[in-house]
Nanobody, 129 residues
Framework: HSQLVESGGGLVQPGGSLRLSCTAS????????IGWFRQGPGKEREGVSC????????NYGDSVKGRFTISRDSVNDAVYLEMSSLKPDDTAVYYC??????????????????????WGRGTQVTVSS
């Protein structure tokens, strides 16, 4: 059974940092584009960032550009989301997802959730003082 597992969420003060991790279970995520998405209270799920299978293509949502960095570790078959300068508006459940296909088609500038088909269960990030 193919699935993704997120970890690293928690409570952080405004201006703080967190690193989220996404690891695959039941498959190797090396050949998939990986995306991070989030869903805040009462909001729709939005694209945060994505990275192509080779790691050379990356895209970010406008609200996180310059604050979040996505990377992948092929040795550990993991994808990370480094989040800094966190704001209360970043509070959400964060999900990672995998998409199969050409990276340029899956990881687009829109960070479109409909292009990803294997999802994790999410990890809660709360930014509050």
């Amino acid at each position: 059974h193919s699935q993704l597992v997120e970890s690293g969420g928690g409570l952080v003060q405004p201006g703080g940092s967190l690193r989220l991790s996404c690891t695959a279970s039941g498959f190797t995520s090396d050949h998939y584009a990986i995306g991070w998405f989030r869903q805040g209270p009462g909001k729709e799920r939005e694209g945060v960032s994505c990275i192509g299978s080779g790691g050379t293509i990356t895209n970010y949502g406008d609200s996180v550009k310059g604050r979040f960095t996505i990377s992948r570790d092929s040795v550990n078959d993991a994808v990370y989301l480094e989040m800094s300068s966190l704001k209360p508006d970043d509070t959400a459940v964060y999900y990672c997802a995998a998409g199969w296909g050409p990276s340029s088609s899956i990881c687009t500038s829109a960070v479109d959730k409909d292009r990803f088909n294997i999802w994790g269960r999410g990890t809660q990030v709360t930014v509050s003082s």
